[in-house]
Structure formats: C-alpha cells, structure tokens
C-alpha cells in the first residue's frame, strides 16, 4: 500500500512539473535515468509516465543501449542506459559522459538537463563507486 502512496505522489510531483515546463518553454526537459543493473529504471519510466516506453524484465539486464524516449502531450525526453556494474565502472562513466558531451554539442534543448539516479531502498547503502 506504501507503493501505491508513494506513486500517486510522485504522479502528482510530475503533473506540477508538466503545467511548469509546458508554462516557461516549447522544448523538451531531457532526463537521464541512470542506476545498478536490476533497479528498476525502466520499470519506474513505466510507471511515472503511465504507459510502457521502455522494455522491462527479470533475470538478464534488458536495456542494451542508452535509448531516449519520447512522452507524447509533455515536453519530457527520457534517457533510459544500461544500469551501472560496478566492475565495468570505468566503461560505465565513459558511455554516460560520452552521451553528455555529445548532447552539449547540440542546441540547448538537446542537452540532459537533469540525472535521476535510481537506488533499490532495500540495499540499505551505496557503494563508494555509486
């Protein structure tokens, strides 16, 4: 039942942020959503945005590739990425800044704008790489 709360809050958090970003600008809010393998990144894509844009699954990581996501009738991009290993730590960083730079050297709406790092609250703890 918590779950339930706590997605109906974060629900209305992005209706407010919506009414904002659709106020202030024509362009999209571009959002990189980054996290360990297993989280639940693209799950959580699904579930704020009420529909299902990205590929989930048990077992194996299903994300490949850094994949963007377009939400029709808002101004979000979604940048779903392969979650972290922290023993592939350094390729990890080198995909995700890579992805960076080459969205700055497009115009200002292409850049991320903002980096949502997802942690399983049942870990208890972030590990010094995180």
């Not at 808002?74 to 940048?79: L, Q």
Request: some cysteine; hydrophobic content about 30%; glycine content about 8%.
């Amino acid at each position: 039942m918590k779950f339930k709360f706590e997605e109906e809050k974060l629900g209305k958090e992005y209706q407010k942020a919506r009414q904002l970003i659709g106020k202030s600008s024509k362009s999209k809010c571009n959002l990189l959503i980054t996290g360990r393998t297993g989280v639940g990144k693209s799950t959580l894509i699904n579930a704020i945005f009420k529909d299902k844009f990205a590929k989930t699954g048990v077992g194996e990581p299903v994300t490949q590739d850094i994949k963007p996501y377009e939400i029709p009738a808002n101004n979000f991009r979604i940048y779903d990425i392969p979650g972290l290993e922290i023993k592939d730590i350094k390729k990890f960083k080198q995909k995700v800044f890579q992805k960076i730079k080459e969205q700055r050297k497009r115009k200002l709406e292409e850049h991320i704008h903002c980096i949502w790092y997802c942690i399983n609250e049942g870990t208890g703890r972030l590990e010094a790489e995180e």
